[in-house]
């Protein structure tokens, strides 16, 4: 890499270091408006009289729990009570609670950030991206197992594909000394499954438990695959990958309402929070309005046009610099 390249992108990081201050009041603020928010989201989709009001509930309880999911994950870099025990014990908890343990939560999302836009890096973390020369040289059933995994069917049915299975139900299965906290999450999963629908009864537990983590994952898993995978996102030859680029140039702004911003958590800013994922959520916006660098992201939205042409988008062609379709990657064969 260009030693000059290597310095700015090193200067870059520095001066993102400013913002990776947490304020320990505001962290614990938002913690508990957070869990507020939930428990009320809850107590509508579980006890309102009318039933168009549970399933609000249960659509606002799904939004809570991605911003929920948020706070859990800043945690897990150590953006957020880095420090505090209690806030470590709840949120150990939370991730057993919500098929998201912090063991292989840790491990495999740390690799999704180390390797960003590495077409030979292990995909561990991640959706797979292969090169149009990957997918010809491929099998057939090479090939079905990298549609199946990039399906719009399998980001819908996130709730199963990526948590219940990739990682609780895998990761135990193969390593369950490591893991065990995987098993657990599915032991503890099933037993709330059961005494809700057995004490409460469907209703509730379509409304207030299983409808809410199908839609919060959902629209989670969603997430996670868009802002690395849209029309400008730029994959880098190993020889000239940074992190830098890698944040910048492989990870998008989503562009949404102030609403919007606060139920996600402004994981919208994935460039920022890539470029330093020791930034807290609540100042991600104040470090893009402060490095000019940052102000000229790539923009995705959850607009219904740029969601389909987001799904459409399967293969790197190295020679056009861009995400191509299935069908394109014949054309320069």
């Not at 603020?29 to 399933?55: F, H």
Request: proline share 5%.
């Amino acid at each position: 890499m260009d030693r000059a390249v290597s310095s700015s992108s090193k200067d870059l990081i520095a001066r993102t270091r400013t913002f990776a201050v947490q304020d320990t009041a505001r962290s614990v603020w938002n913690l508990v408006a957070t869990y507020a928010a939930l428990v009320a989201a809850v107590a509508l989709a579980a006890a309102a009289p009318w039933w168009p009001l549970r399933v609000v509930g249960g659509v606002l309880e799904a939004l809570v729990l991605i911003r929920a999911f948020i706070l859990f994950h800043d945690a897990m870099h150590g953006a957020l009570l880095p420090t505090s025990r209690w806030a470590r014990g709840l949120f150990h908890v939370q991730g057993i609670l919500t098929l998201t343990p912090a063991r292989i939560w840790n491990d495999t999302h740390n690799h999704h950030h180390a390797n960003t836009a590495r077409i030979a890096a292990d995909p561990a973390g991640t959706f797979v991206t292969w090169t149009t020369q990957q997918w010809r040289q491929a099998s057939g059933w090479q090939r079905l197992g990298y549609m199946v995994e990039r399906h719009p069917v399998t980001l819908l049915f996130g709730y199963v594909t990526a948590f219940l299975f990739s990682l609780c139900l895998v990761p135990f299965v193969k390593n369950p000394r490591r893991y065990w906290t995987s098993g657990l999450a599915l032991l503890v999963h099933g037993a709330l499954s059961v005494a809700l629908w057995h004490v409460f009864g469907a209703a509730v537990y379509l409304c207030a438990f299983l409808g809410p983590l199908f839609v919060a994952y959902a629209l989670g898993t969603y997430l996670f695959y868009a802002q690395h995978n849209f029309d400008e996102v730029s994959i880098l030859p190993e020889s000239s990958w940074s992190h830098a680029d890698a944040a910048l140039e492989a990870s998008s702004y989503l562009r949404c309402g102030p609403v919007m911003a606060w139920f996600t958590g402004n994981i919208g800013y994935h460039h920022v929070h890539h470029l330093n994922p020791r930034i807290p959520f609540y100042r991600l916006p104040e470090a893009m309005a402060a490095i000019p660098e940052l102000q000229r992201p790539h923009v995705t939205t959850l607009r219904p046009r740029d969601i389909r042409d987001c799904l459409r988008l399967n293969l790197w062609d190295p020679d056009l610099g861009r995400m191509v379709r299935y069908r394109d990657a014949y054309a320069r064969a």
